[in-house]
């Protein structure tokens, strides 16, 4: 019913910037919020960065000054850009909505399949 496609993961050197990008299709009433989450290898998925329906936006300690987190409602995507990227962000990022659809009377969560970033020299 639902489908979350990240993209614009890829190599890039410490310093460079990346913006990744998640598009919401399907049966879509409503999407209460947006999240990116990343997991490095070896490590747990960890949250990074959260757009509500509101357009509030929090950010991990770990990426704030250098990381944004934006949407276009009409587009169903939500955008991560990333810059001033450190060998430590390397990941896989994975994009989560809250969302509400034609056929539920309740809002669910949603994953993408990840998109990896690479950040090295």
């Known amino acids: 019913q639902v489908q979350l496609v990240e993209s614009g993961g890829g190599l890039v050197q410490p310093g460079g910037s990346l913006r990744l990008s998640c598009a919401a299709s399907?049966?879509?009433?409503?999407?209460?919020?947006m999240d990116w989450y990343r997991q490095a290898p070896g490590k747990e998925r960890e949250l990074v960065a959260t757009?509500?329906?509101?357009?509030?936006?929090i950010l991990a300690d770990s990426v704030k000054g250098r990381f944004t987190v934006s949407k276009d409602n009409a587009k169903n995507t939500v955008y991560l850009q990333m810059n001033s990227l450190k060998p430590e962000d390397t990941a896989v990022y994975y994009c989560?909505?809250?969302?509400?659809?034609?056929?539920?009377?309740?809002?669910?969560?949603?994953w993408g399949k990840g998109t990896l970033v690479t950040v090295s020299s």
């Open positions: 399907g049966s879509i009433l409503s999407i209460n919020a």
């Open positions: 989560n909505a809250l969302i509400t659809t034609l056929t539920s009377d309740f809002a669910r969560s949603y």
């Open positions: 757009i509500t329906h509101g357009s509030t936006t």
